[in-house]
C-alpha cells in the first residue's frame, strides 16, 4: 500500500523540455494543500487511512452532520472529505497540512480518477471488436457483435459477455507516472503521460506501489 498520497485536479495536458531537449508529454495536476481531518487506526477503525478536506466552504452549505463532522474535530468545512488509504499515519496528525512538496521531481506516482464518460457504445468502441464483413451479403451488421448465444445447451448466455453498454464513468487507476516537476509555489504537479478524467475532475495521487 502506498506510503503517500495528495488529493489533485486535473488540469490539462502540455509539453515541456527536458535537459536533452527532447519533448516530454505531461499532465498539468493542481494540487491544493489538503487538511488532515481526521486518522483512521487499524486499532479504531480497521484500517489506516488519512481523511482530508481541501479549499475551504461556507459552513451554512452543508447538513448538520457534516457541519458536525468539521467541528468535532477542530478542522474549518472543505469543499470535500477524502480518505487517502495508507500503510502508517503516525507521523500525520489532525490539523496537518499536506502540500505538493511530498512528492519529488523523478518520482513515480499512481493517479487515481473517474474516467471520461462515453454514454452508450457498441461492442467496436467498448470492447475493441473488429467487426463484421463489409460485404457479399452482409447487410447493417457491420458494426454488430455477431452470434452472442449457445444451441440447444446451455441455451443462454453466461454473465460477463462482452456486449454493447455503458462506456467509461470508472474508477480507473494508471500507475507509475513520472513526476516531471513538482512546483510548490504554485501548487501544480506535473506528471510524464496521460492522466484519467476530464479537465477539472478530482484525482488522487500516490506514490508507485508497483515499481516498473
Known amino acids: 500500500m502506498a506510503t503517500k498520497a495528495i488529493i489533485g485536479e486535473k488540469v490539462g495536458m502540455t509539453q515541456v523540455w527536458d535537459d536533452s531537449d527532447r519533448v516530454v508529454p505531461v499532465t498539468v495536476l493542481r494540487v491544493e494543500p489538503c487538511r488532515v481531518v481526521q486518522l483512521k487506526t487499524p486499532e479504531v477503525d480497521g484500517y489506516s487511512a488519512l481523511q482530508v478536506t481541501w479549499g475551504y466552504t461556507d ?55 473517474v474516467s471520461k464518460g462515453k454514454g452508450f457504445t457498441g461492442v467496436m468502441k467498448r470492447h475493441g471488436f473488429s467487426g463484421q464483413k463489409a460485404s457479399h451479403g452482409a447487410h447493417k451488421i457491420h458494426r454488430a457483435p455477431g452470434a452472442v448465444g449457445q444451441c440447444a445447451t446451455p441455451s443462454r448466455i453466461f454473465k460477463g459477455r462482452k456486449m454493447p453498454g455503458h462506456h467509461g464513468a470508472r474508477r480507473t487507476t494508471t500507475l507509475n507516472l513520472r513526476v516531471v516537476k513538482a512546483d510548490a509555489e504554485r501548487n501544480l504537479l506535473l506528471v510524464r503521460g496521460s492522466v484519467p478524467g476530464p479537465r477539472g475532475g478530482q484525482v488522487v495521487i500516490r506514490n508507485a506501489i508497483k515499481q516498473a
Open 59 to 113: 459552513a451554512a452549505k452543508l447538513n448538520n452532520p457534516e457541519r458536525g463532522h468539521f467541528e468535532r474535530h477542530g478542522s474549518e468545512p472543505g469543499r470535500s472529505l477524502v480518505e487517502l488509504r495508507l500503510d502508517d499515519v503516525s507521523d500525520y496528525a489532525v490539523g496537518q497540512e499536506i502540500n505538493v512538496d511530498i512528492l519529488a521531481d523523478g518520482e513515480l506516482v499512481d493517479v487515481t480518477a
